[in-house]
């Protein structure tokens, strides 16, 4: 049953390779990074709420999980990810954010001071390679210190949450605690909108904004955060973060759907190395990802 979780995984990251479009008509009708990321977030906590109101009491160190979750998956992540897009490209950034799966190996390695594999090294060069063909197609690679490191730690702060979803207790449902993740991701949100100061009502509401804003907390934020728990719990870290590779491949085929923008010979190129970079990392695993997966 585990291809179940896998067409899952792609799933979720069909939906949220489509964030950059909500995000970016969001920013671009005077809304602000803390204001999309607790506004998404709020929509994601009720509607996870009304599905399923049960209350659970959670022990202390489960507790203390799901802070750390909230602050790092929700709140961390997303402000820096929709941060970057202030002052990098949507490329820069996707690329940025698709080394989780290296970041991922290395912590984990890190963590339980292993020697790094050589498969997941060589599968990750190659589906690198296939990235910036995919996303440069051609172009100078143009770099934006401040918003590609905004970018890194978006994708430092999404690599830290998955490592914290191995530990959450398997007997708790998952929407429980995906729904108490959100929660934190708002507590610890606001501290974050005062710090900056982050009070402007100067945005635009309208049938663009309310559907891009209801697309980002329902569809990417309660239901793919909801499977992706799931995903994780099944298929592991590494596996699961292999996944991520295929961000750009699928907002590229958006790209074409939505705006019709062309499909060339170096993206379909980068698209193969891409691919064959996931089929390389996933072929072989050793004892430590098998212990990973299986507590």
């Known amino acids: 049953m585990q291809y179940i979780w896998h067409f899952n995984a792609l799933l979720v990251i069909f939906f949220w390779s489509s964030t950059f479009f909500p995000n970016k008509i969001l920013l671009a009708n005077g809304f602000t990074s803390s204001q999309i990321l607790i506004i998404r977030s709020f929509i994601a906590f009720i509607s996870l709420f009304l599905f399923y109101p049960?209350?659970?009491?959670?022990?202390?160190?489960?507790?203390?999980?799901?802070?750390?979750?909230?602050?790092?998956?929700?709140?961390s992540y997303?402000?820096?990810?929709?941060?970057?897009?202030?002052?990098?490209?949507?490329?820069?950034?996707?690329?940025?954010?698709?080394?989780?799966?290296?970041?991922?190996?290395?912590?984990?390695?890190?963590?339980?001071?292993?020697?790094?594999?050589?498969?997941?090294?060589?599968?990750?060069?190659?589906?690198?390679?296939?990235?910036?063909?995919?996303?440069?197609?051609?172009?100078?690679?143009?770099?934006n210190p401040l918003g590609d490191f905004l970018a890194f730690l978006a994708a430092f702060s999404w690599s830290i949450y998955t490592i914290i979803l191995e530990k959450f207790n398997k007997n708790i449902t998952p929407i429980i605690i995906t729904r108490y993740v959100f929660l934190s991701g708002i507590l610890t949100s606001l501290p974050l909108m005062f710090l900056i100061g982050d009070f402007s009502l100067n945005f635009n509401i309208n049938i663009s904004t309310i559907s891009s804003l209801l697309f980002l907390g329902l569809i990417t934020s309660a239901i793919c955060f909801l499977l992706w728990n799931r995903v994780v719990n099944h298929l592991g870290i590494l596996t699961s973060s292999l996944y991520i590779y295929l961000l750009p491949i699928f907002a590229m085929i958006l790209s074409k759907i939505i705006y019709g923008y062309?499909?060339?010979?170096?993206?379909?190129?980068?698209?193969?190395?891409?691919?064959?970079?996931?089929?390389?990392?996933?072929?072989?695993?050793?004892?430590?990802?098998?212990?990973?997966q299986q507590n």
């Open 54 to 75: 049960k209350r659970i009491k959670i022990d202390k160190s489960q507790f203390k999980l799901v802070f750390l979750a909230g602050l790092f998956g929700i709140s």
């Open 78 to 143: 997303f402000f820096f990810e929709i941060s970057s897009l202030k002052y990098t490209s949507p490329g820069n950034s996707t690329l940025i954010l698709s080394t989780i799966p290296i970041l991922n190996a290395i912590i984990v390695h890190i963590i339980n001071k292993k020697k790094f594999e050589k498969n997941l090294l060589i599968g990750s060069i190659f589906s690198l390679i296939g990235l910036f063909f995919v996303i440069f197609n051609g172009r100078i690679l143009q770099l």
């Open 262 to 292: 062309p499909i060339t010979l170096l993206m379909i190129i980068g698209t193969i190395f891409t691919l064959g970079g996931v089929f390389i990392a996933s072929r072989k695993r050793n004892k430590i990802f098998k212990s990973i």
